[in-house]
């Protein structure tokens, strides 16, 4: 198969861990036999500084004429004091927007080999498989108006959503759930929310398409307790923009290191896939990022975008093989040896090969 | 000395922790020989059941005709179906605007008797001890314009907040700080949100004038992770109102349960005090609520009204001795045996005595 795929690395360890993903996607073309076209494109600080944009039209043009685009990261301390529609994330968001996918899928897994990593319990942990399906395109993030008035000192941001967001994201996360374990936890403040309360009218009219799976509502204030007592309890989680930017982060403390966690945006033109963790520029050129999250992100883009789920597969099992022989980056090495992005990247390489 | 304190029980398990609470309070005042003054109120659903609205103009008169104000919980699952501003929590919303406190002062504590409820590890929890500032008047709870449309399937909430707001409960923070362990960690989205750049450069302004106070900002998402792999890193935790509700409900979990958990809110004409727990219907009159976190919230009115530090200090000593002596509610009981709510009040009740 063929298959065009625009490489946004982007900031800080965007590009180290975007080109151990790259590779990987290579050696899948090779062992297959397809054809993966690589493009690359400037996005976020870097583009800021040579281009003046956080998104370029040429990497807009870029990344709509492909199949999948594979972000890296963005976000850059020198642009801090900007204000958001002038940072390195404006160019994220831009993108997310011109591409249309609306439903940010986040695999929130517990790896065994990992269970010694995470501040929680390993029976806590133990089998944790949630999806998170966090809806990306509306919400606080893209609400308008929105401004801050340095004169008056006062600050206006948006959180809006109509019934059809709600409706085209609950129907992704109810398709998805009906594949798994068959429930979906939506997550509000319907308590307080006039648009939580449109959210929970909404989802509960889109579970009547799907008697099979059982829905449950909770607060986000209750499921951010809920979702480190007791994970095992979630399959799908869908919420709403921020909600899920803050409940996806806290539940990676489940596996145990951000940067095990890959993400995939789909529903709209062109698919997006993104590591959860950002650019951490502080670890950025000393090998100490893991590429995991993005090569688990290569392997979405086989399952969503080629629709090679045996090959997606493969390459989870070969991050898990590593990982059971004990090879480590330094996040998840809990102080002991551990090895380089790329020393990490060959061996997800290797074990891929010898499968 | 001379308190009236207005007694606000509201729904579920509210009514049945704050008897424990008050009880203690009546101790306290015999044995210091005090003269505190209780006048009872309804709020939330039974006060919309017995007289239509979720706060009754007699009960905001005795609220802010009393020194301190001790409310039990609010919500009942029969007004599911109504809007936010026809619910018992507007009850809750109501009188916290027109109390005017603006500073919800949550702490965060790891009890060395409870560190096998908590589903993090107990080398994690140890020693935390941290104080959550959140700003309790502004942002999504209270902006306007807020509506769910639903002709049009369309709804809005506005995030506001004003300099002004940002400041004084700033200002409420650094001063808890430098009489702690002198950081304050300030919570935002900086990166998105234009409200969370006025957010973030009024608190930066603000911090200029407590020059032992170190400051740090951290994005709401990251947060969320670093609160529950390094609790320990924190001491003053300074947020917004919705972010505070997730994150304080979150950092439950290093306490082991929200059962646990007291709140104050300060800054305004009266004080206000609740448990962060919530009403918790299914299990109201079966004597499994743990009146802890209620309590504890007597203490911080001893603390924070009654300016009786050495009594709030002898309270928490007494639930610490209680706790230590191997007593648990059903909700830290991890399937041991429990005693019942009144039961655990009569304990913290004779260690106080005996104290
Ligand atoms: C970088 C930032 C704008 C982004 C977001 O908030 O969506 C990130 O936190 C994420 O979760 O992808
Ligand atoms: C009951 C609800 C309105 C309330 C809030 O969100 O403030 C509660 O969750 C809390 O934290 O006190």
């Known amino acids: 198969m063929r298959l065009k795929i625009a490489v946004l690395a982007g900031d800080g360890i965007g590009p180290e861990v975007t080109r151990e993903a790259t590779n990987i996607l290579r050696a899948v073309a090779e062992l297959g036999g397809h054809d993966f076209i690589f493009t690359e494109g400037l996005i976020g600080g870097i583009a800021i500084t040579e281009t003046g944009s956080p998104l370029p039209t040429a990497t807009l043009d870029t990344a709509l004429d492909s199949d999948a685009v594979l972000m890296g990261?963005?976000?850059?301390?020198?642009?801090?004091?900007?204000?958001?529609?002038?940072?390195?994330?404006?160019?994220?968001?831009?993108?997310?927007?011109?591409l249309g996918g609306f439903?940010?899928?986040?695999?929130?897994?517990?790896?065994?080999?990992?269970?010694?990593?995470?501040?929680?319990?390993?029976?806590?942990?133990?089998?944790?498989?949630?999806?998170?399906?966090?809806?990306?395109?509306?919400?606080?993030?893209?609400?308008?108006?929105?401004?801050?008035?340095?004169?008056?000192?006062?600050?206006?941001?948006?959180?809006?959503?109509?019934?059809?967001?709600?409706?085209?994201?609950?129907?992704i996360a109810f398709d998805l759930a009906s594949k798994r374990r068959r429930k979906v936890t939506s997550v509000d403040k319907a308590n307080v929310l006039e648009v939580s309360q449109l959210w929970r009218a909404t989802v509960t009219e889109v579970a009547k398409d799907y008697p099979d799976v059982t829905l449950e509502h909770q607060l986000v204030d209750s499921m951010a307790m809920h979702i480190m007592n007791t994970p095992r309890n979630f399959d799908v989680v869908l919420t709403e923009n921020?909600?899920?930017?803050i409940?996806?982060?806290?539940?990676?403390?489940?596996?145990?290191?951000?940067?095990?966690?890959?993400?995939?945006?789909?529903?709209?033109?062109?698919?997006?896939?993104?590591?959860?963790?950002?650019s951490a520029p502080d670890i950025a050129g000393?090998?100490?990022?893991?590429?995991?999250?993005?090569?688990?992100?290569?392997?979405?883009?086989?399952?969503?975008?080629?629709?090679?789920?045996?090959?997606?597969?493969?390459?989870?099992?070969?991050?898990?093989?590593?990982?059971?022989?004990?090879?480590?980056?330094?996040?998840?090495?809990?102080?002991?040896?551990?090895?380089?992005?790329?020393?990490?990247?060959?061996?997800?390489?290797?074990?891929?090969?010898?499968?």
Do not use: C
């Not at 642009?79 to 993108?95: M, V």
């Not at 921020?242 to 930017?245: R, S, T, W």
């Not at 099992?317 to 002991?336: M, W």
């Open 73 to 98: 990261a963005v976000g850059d301390n020198k642009f801090n004091a900007l204000t958001p529609d002038k940072r390195p994330e404006a160019g994220l968001l831009q993108i997310r927007q011109a």
């Open 103 to 171: 439903a940010n899928l986040r695999p929130s897994v517990a790896y065994a080999a990992l269970s010694e990593s995470s501040p929680l319990r390993p029976e806590v942990t133990k089998d944790v498989d949630i999806l998170f399906v966090r809806e990306l395109l509306g919400g606080l993030y893209f609400g308008a108006p929105r401004w801050w008035n340095r004169e008056t000192g006062e600050s206006i941001n948006t959180m809006r959503y109509t019934k059809s967001e709600v409706t085209r994201v609950a129907r």
């Open 286 to 355: 000393t090998g100490k990022a893991n590429p995991l999250g993005a090569i688990l992100t290569a392997a979405m883009i086989l399952r969503h975008s080629a629709n090679l789920e045996t090959d997606a597969k493969a390459v989870e099992e070969a991050v898990h093989k590593v990982l059971n022989e004990g090879y480590r980056t330094a996040d998840i090495a809990r102080g002991g040896p551990s090895i380089t992005t790329q020393e990490m990247g060959k061996l997800v390489h290797q074990a891929l090969a010898e499968s």
């Open 242 to 245: 921020l909600f899920g930017d």
């Open 247 to 278: 409940l996806s982060d806290e539940a990676g403390v489940i596996t145990g290191s951000l940067g095990m966690l890959p993400s995939a945006t789909i529903g709209g033109a062109v698919n997006l896939y993104e590591p959860v963790h950002g």
